[in-house]
T-cell receptor
Framework: RKEVEQDPGPFNVPEGATVAFNCTYSNSASQSFFWYRQDCRKEPKLLMSVYSSGNEDGRFTAQLNRASQYISLLIRDSKLSDSATYLCVVGHNDMRFGAGTRLTVKP | DTEVTQTPKHLVMGMTNKKSLKCEQHMGHRAMYWYKQKAKKPPELMFVYSYEKLSINESVPSRFSPECPNSSLLNLHLHALQPEDSALYLC???????????????FGAGTRLSVL
């Protein structure tokens, strides 16, 4: 079983749609949780950290469920510029990347 | 713009060449990382340096040799590479390796390597 698993997609949604990604992890000792965004042929960039109580940043909401060992990312009112690959990153001292979920937002 | 700088941006090398990739950060971070990323795959961790000491080598072949001359610099020396080593090589840094936000990693733009 992979340490971090994500649905690879692709997710193709119209502008304005709400889309949710999930990510499961196998190591119950994991302490750090992040969502990164990677555009084509660019480096990964931190989108948001994920906190136990859940957190929101504008149109983006991240949730952590330690009991079920998954994190989620919700994007509301999606924009064309949200098209990218979203990487789930989980770990303690060493971070492990999920395979990424490809999102395409269409006009 | 990324505060982690990688050079060169592109590199083409033959299988008998020796080349080096360079990475620099001036954020005072004490952990630095090398990743390899193939197309449509996530980054794969290669090496981790913590306080200028090699902490992790993820069973990387010896044709890849990392070096951390000081806390701001990280090099990856390449020798006798194979065509399958062609990939995007990403450097990252973090404040340290402790959880709680200190281990947020910031990536450089990468070096796109082609081995002929």
């Amino acid at each position: 079983r992979k340490e971090v698993e994500q649905d690879p997609g692709p997710f193709n949604v119209p502008e304005g749609a709400t889309v949710a990604f999930n990510c499961t992890y196998s190591n119950s000792a994991s302490q750090s949780f992040f969502w990164y965004r990677q555009d084509c042929r660019k480096e990964p960039k931190l989108l948001m950290s994920v906190y136990s109580s859940g957190n929101e940043d504008g149109r983006f909401t991240a949730q952590l469920n330690r009991a079920s060992q998954y994190i989620s990312l919700l994007i509301r009112d999606s924009k064309l510029s949200d098209s990218a690959t979203y990487l789930c990153v989980v770990g303690h001292n060493d971070m492990r990347f999920g395979a990424g979920t490809r999102l395409t937002v269409k006009p | 713009d990324t505060e982690v700088t990688q050079t060169p941006k592109h590199l083409v090398m033959g299988m008998t060449n020796k080349k080096s990739l360079k990475c620099e950060q001036h954020m005072g971070h004490r952990a630095m990382y090398w990743y390899k990323q193939k197309a449509k795959k996530p980054p794969e961790l290669m090496f981790v340096y913590s306080y200028e000491k090699l902490s992790i080598n993820e069973s990387v072949p010896s044709r890849f040799s990392p070096e951390c001359p000081n806390s701001s610099l990280l090099n990856l020396h390449l020798h006798a590479l194979q065509p399958e080593d062609s990939a995007l090589y990403l450097c990252a840094s973090s404040q340290d390796r402790a959880s709680g936000g200190g281990n947020i990693q910031y990536f450089g733009a990468g070096t796109r390597l082609s081995v002929l």
